[in-house]
């Protein structure tokens, strides 16, 4: 893509931005008593302003080393796109758990990618944070690295691994029964 190509997408997705009225916030959150714009609503105030500009919303699932994730993508009709990706953190470990994280995180992609603005009221659940639970997607540990005269420190879920460059993970050849093969994989540098 040319500069000027990009520029010229740039100012179309600027445009259909403008375009788009201000969500309204139809849905209403029981537990704290508040109102949120539902994905519907979402859905509804971009789609046509997009469109009229050229550019489609697509949603997929895809999985990273951290987990699954919604990835949003803004597609051009001249082939180029904007993506953004929104891990999906389960509420509760069943089908409604993963729907309703499936939907939040589709609002959220669309809501980033075109910086829309609104109040997330039943986000309030999500900055409580979920209990702990191995089995949520996302929920990975993230390592924590010391570097230090071409060594690495590596903390990862309990468990420290020293790395070097030229020698790969110090990851011991049995590791123990708690330490998961995704532990193993995040810790390699």
């Known amino acids: 893509m040319t ?4 520029t010229n997408i740039i100012k179309l997705l600027m445009d259909a931005r403008a375009a788009i009225q201000p969500i309204k916030k139809s849905g209403t959150n029981p537990h704290f008593r508040s109102k949120y714009a539902t994905l519907e609503g979402v859905i509804e105030a971009v789609t046509e302003p997009l ?3 050229g550019f489609l919303l697509i949603h997929r699932s895809t999985q990273n080393e951290h987990g ?6 803004l ?3 001249s082939g180029e796109s904007f993506v953004t990706a929104i891990p999906l953190v389960l509420g509760k470990n069943d089908m409604q758990g993963l729907g309703s994280a ?3 995180a589709r609002r ?3 809501m980033s990618l075109l910086n829309l603005p609104a109040e997330d009221d039943d986000g309030n659940q999500a900055s409580r944070g979920a209990a702990p639970n191995p089995k949520n997607l996302g929920d990975a540990p993230r390592p924590k690295t010391v570097a230090s005269n071409n060594t690495k420190l590596v903390i990862l879920g309990g468990r420290i691994a020293l790395t070097q460059p030229d020698r790969g993970a110090g990851f011991p050849k049995n590791p123990s029964p708690t330490l998961s093969k995704r ?6 540098i």
Not at 68 to 73: H, K, S, V
Not at 183 to 188: A, H, N, T, V
């Open 183 to 188: 532990s193993q994989k995040l810790g390699r």
């Open 3 to 6: 500069t000027k190509t990009k």
């Open 102 to 104: 499936i939907t939040y």
């Open 108 to 110: 959220y992609g669309i």
């Open 68 to 73: 699954m994730t919604i990835t949003t993508e």
């Open 75 to 77: 597609v051009h009709e």
């Open 51 to 53: 469109a009229k500009h």
